[in-house]
């Protein structure tokens, strides 16, 4: 099945909340105060959050004005440009870099912070790349048990370090590590505790100093992984994470569960740094590269 398939036959809860949207686009209700009290609440309830729903309201109630539209069949098809618009960030045209590629991976506990690691790791073995996965979260021993054994299923090479020690030693030894066998991508997985600690925030800077002064360069990825089912806890910890870590790229996971979808949007608006990957699955291969289009198309779909 292509991603487009994937996310229509798993996007179940994101569709229910996106169903009202698609009858507006398939009527010709007028656009009075009550459409766009109903609209408002609709997007809410679907994650979208209430800043990037105020953003979008506002403006479409000019556009609106403007093309003199009075019916909601004309204003749903310019509604999906803007929140395609939405997930669409610009990015500058990248400097060719040095082997490795060094990926920081942040995230609260229970995001699937570790799992998504592992299956990325099976991504790019399966691109021929070595791989290195670097156990940075010594507060939980079994967080380095399961990255080893992730590590064991993708034929990646593995570095940790004892429990409880410096997590920023263990990037540098991750780094030096990374260098010395000639890995093409080291993915480093880090502590998880909650996004509002500050000592947490903290110890990302220290680790992001670490990989500079050892590599020549910031981190040339960092990677957030949140849990969409969250809704707008995750935009919140995208926020923050983002003060601290200067992030590049966001992993979704459980967009296949119980996820409402307006929260893709909500949290790329945020932050402006683009969805990178999505998880849709339990299996080692169920992390697919985010595209915004199809997920767009998608969430409208109906049977």
């Keep these: 099945m292509g991603f487009f398939t994937r996310l229509r036959d798993r996007l179940g809860k994101a569709r229910e909340a ?29 994650d979208f959050g209430v800043a990037t729903t105020e953003k ?13 539209w ?28 040095s082997a490795p590629e060094v990926v920081l991976v942040v995230g609260v506990n229970g995001s699937g912070k570790t799992t998504s690691i592992g299956k990325l790791a099976q991504r790019l073995r399966g691109e021929g790349k070595r791989v290195l996965l670097v156990a940075a979260d010594t507060f939980r021993a079994a967080a380095a048990e399961q990255l080893a054994i992730w590590a064991q299923r993708s034929g990646a090479e593995f570095v940790r370090g004892r429990e409880g020690a410096d997590p920023a030693s263990v990037v540098f030894d991750g780094v030096v590590a990374g260098k010395a066998r000639a890995m093409d991508v080291v993915l480093i997985d880090t502590a998880g505790r909650l996004q ?32 969409a089912t969250t809704g707008q806890n995750a935009i919140s910890q995208a926020r923050l994470f983002h003060e601290a870590t200067a992030l590049t790229g966001l992993i979704l996971t459980k967009l296949d569960s119980t996820a409402k979808g307006g929260v893709v949007v909500g949290v790329v608006d945020t932050v402006e740094v683009p969805i ?28």
Aim: no cysteine.
């Design 196 to 227: 509002n600690k500050r000592n947490l925030m903290e110890e990302l800077k220290k680790m992001r100093r670490v990989i500079e002064r050892e590599l020549g360069r910031p981190p040339d990825e960092t990677y957030l992984v949140l849990d």
């Design 276 to 303: 990178r990957y999505v998880g849709l699955g339990e299996s080692i291969e169920a992390l697919e590269p985010f595209a915004p289009q199809a997920f767009l198309e998608a969430l409208f779909a109906q049977e």
């Design 70 to 97: 009075t019916t909601t069949d004309q204003l749903m098809a310019r509604f999906r440009r803007d929140v395609a618009a939405f997930l669409l960030v610009p990015e500058e045209p990248r400097a060719p870099r």
């Design 56 to 68: 979008i309201l506002a403006n479409l109630r000019i556009v609106a004005t403007q093309e003199l």
């Design 18 to 46: 996106f169903a009202p949207l698609f009858a507006f686009g398939q009527s010709k209700r007028p656009l009075d105060e009550a459409f766009w009290y109903e609209f408002e609440e609709i997007l809410l309830r679907a």
